[in-house]
């Protein structure tokens, strides 16, 4: 998979056509009346598709700078696979006329956002489209369905006139409420494992050769989509995506008799593997196409709504909240660039590469970025789960601000923050991984690195029009790092971390706010203490 593409690039072209339909009901044990249908999602299997540009109609609100389509979808499985958000754990199999019929009922006037897939022709990737849609119509007697609608968004860039494709599946999510934001979660893979474990009722579930993006589109209203490379951090923001109740997901691909079949799970325990490029989950079954044990090729993992992707702060675009200056110290100066590096950010359960700090070349000028109130944001250079980190939470309304320097995600370069003027810790120093104004190594400190007796996170009300500064690899003068919370010596957090046994650390020699030259003896081994 490609870089995540606006879909404005794309030049398709054609004309729609409309068809009738008539009723008929649901079948499955778990169907639900459509009044309460805006909780499915519904998937439509057929066995060849068309997609062309489309005449502009009316009926569709249309964004600026995304492409109006018609997609034709050939050989359409009448017995489509539905299955619910979360919480709720309801999966069935239900009739695509009933479904075109029940329109209304499930999406009212808000039109309602796709996912559609297909092999390419000619190659064996995939193209993954973000749709927006409008009703569809069906000419039951060709088993014919015919959509129209928005692209949102595309895993590769196609131009092409007449796009003709086989095996498709399309994908509808449901709408959520004008003030919820959810997400769905997409994942791309060469093949997938779907097997059986000792637990009855337990499956594994195993993505092999993964495309390194994970893509987040909007459950419509919203119409914003968003990618991020599967590693670490996806492991890490699992429980606060999925806090309200485990997801649910449906994964699909081609069998190897060439079929391609649908399995609708519930996921748990995501473990990455980046020796073997593969990610695995537990997993229990809600609804199936196929056996287990199968094998998937070109496999595709939709997870039902995480928080929503409106919640991606833009850091270099915004005004107000909190400035924070970056400034490149790590290399040489050069007209060419030569020493540059890239600074990752997460806000609240997103990782993101904003374009003001990438290539930030050495010795250039401070780059400047507006943090949004109600946000907590960290910043890397480095790969997540070995770099060094600095946070600072943002508070809103008048809430106070923390800030700190962190290594319990590794230590790769050092770092200086300079808080706003009028701070009680104007500056934390960490020249190296034994600076303890800084969240120590796990390593370094294991009996109580999570939450040390006294925490190196400082906070108190905002300064107003105060600005934060980050220097990576220090600045040029900074000799020593300025001490914190632990001392100067690992054994003022005793082990098992029990703090009514701390030292009060303000008492001990060397320690209490930073010195700011770092030049009084004050080292990182304290001497008498």
């Known amino acids: 998979m490609e870089k995540w593409t606006k879909a404005g690039a794309f030049f398709l072209a054609g004309v729609f056509v409309a068809f009738g339909v008539s009723g008929c009901g649901d079948s499955g044990s778990n169907s639900v009346p459509p009044e309460t249908g805006t909780n499915r999602v519904h998937m439509i299997s057929a066995a060849s598709g068309n997609i062309t540009r489309a005449v502009e109609r009316e009926s569709l609100a249309l964004p600026a700078d995304n492409e109006s389509f018609t997609l034709t979808m050939e ?77 949102l968004d595309s895993t590769k860039a196609i131009s092409l006139e007449d796009l003709n494709f086989e095996t498709c599946v399309l994908s509808i999510l449901n709408n959520v409420g004008e003030e919820e934001d959810a997400s769905t979660i997409i994942q791309h893979s060469g093949k997938a494992v779907i097997s059986t ?173 507006n943090l949004p109130e109600g946000n907590n944001y960290a ?47 104007p500056k934390i120093v960490a020249k190296t991984n034994k600076a303890y104004g800084a969240y120590p190594l796990p390593s370094t400190l294991p009996d109580c690195w999570a939450a040390p007796c006294t925490q190196p996170n400082y906070s108190q009300p905002p300064v107003p029009g105060g600005t934060y500064h980050l220097y990576l690899c220090n600045q040029p003068d900074e000799e020593a790092s300025t001490p914190g919370t632990y001392g100067c010596a690992l054994n003022e957090c005793p082990p098992g971390g029990d703090m009514n046994k701390c030292t009060d650390w303000k008492t001990l020699p060397c320690q209490g706010t930073p010195k700011l030259t770092g030049k009084d003896g004050c080292e990182e081994t304290c001497p008498g203490t």
């Not at 696979?81 to 479904?99: C, F, H, M, Q, T």
């Not at 943002?394 to 790769?412: I, P, R």
């Open 379 to 425: 910043f890397w250079a480095g790969d997540y789960g070995s770099s060094t980190m600095c946070e600072i939470n943002v508070g809103k309304g008048g809430g106070w601000d923390a800030y700190d320097l962190s290594f319990n995600k590794g230590f790769d370069i050092g770092m200086t923050l300079v808080a706003p003027k009028g701070m009680t810790v």
């Open 197 to 369: 474990t000792a637990t009855n009722g337990e499956y594994m579930v195993s993505l092999e050769g993964l495309i390194p993006e994970t893509v987040f589109v909007e459950n419509a209203p919203g119409r914003n989509a968003y990618s991020e490379t599967v590693g670490p951090f996806f492991v890490d923001q699992w429980e606060k995506r999925f806090a309200g109740g485990l997801p649910n997901a449906s994964l699909y691909g081609i069998t190897q008799s060439g079929e391609n079949d649908i399995y609708i799970l519930t996921l748990r325990d995501p473990i990455i593997d980046p020796q073997t490029n593969s990610i695995r989950y537990s997993a229990s079954l809600l609804e199936r196409e196929g056996d287990i044990p199968v094998s998937l090729e070109a496999a595709i993992l939709l997870i039902d709504s995480s928080q929503g992707v409106e919640a991606i702060p833009d850091i270099c675009g915004s005004t107000g909240g909190r400035t924070l200056f970056i400034t490149n110290n790590c290399g040489t100066k050069s007209d060419a660039c030569t020493d540059k590096k890239s600074v990752h950010v997460s806000s609240n359960t997103f990782q993101f590469e904003p374009a003001c700090l990438q290539n930030l070349c050495a010795g250039s000028d401070p780059v400047t970025v």
């Open 75 to 151: 050989a359409v499985e009448e017995e489509i696979i539905w299955y619910s958000d979360r919480p709720g754990r309801e999966a069935g199999k239900g009739d695509l006329v009933k479904l075109i019929n029940s329109w209304g009922s499930y999406y009212g006037e808000t039109q309602p956002n796709a996912v559609l897939s297909f092999l390419i022709p000619g190659t064996q990737d995939m193209e993954i489209l973000y749709l927006m849609l409008d009703r569809p119509e069906y000419d039951r007697t060709q088993k014919s369905l015919r959509l129209s609608g928005l692209i």
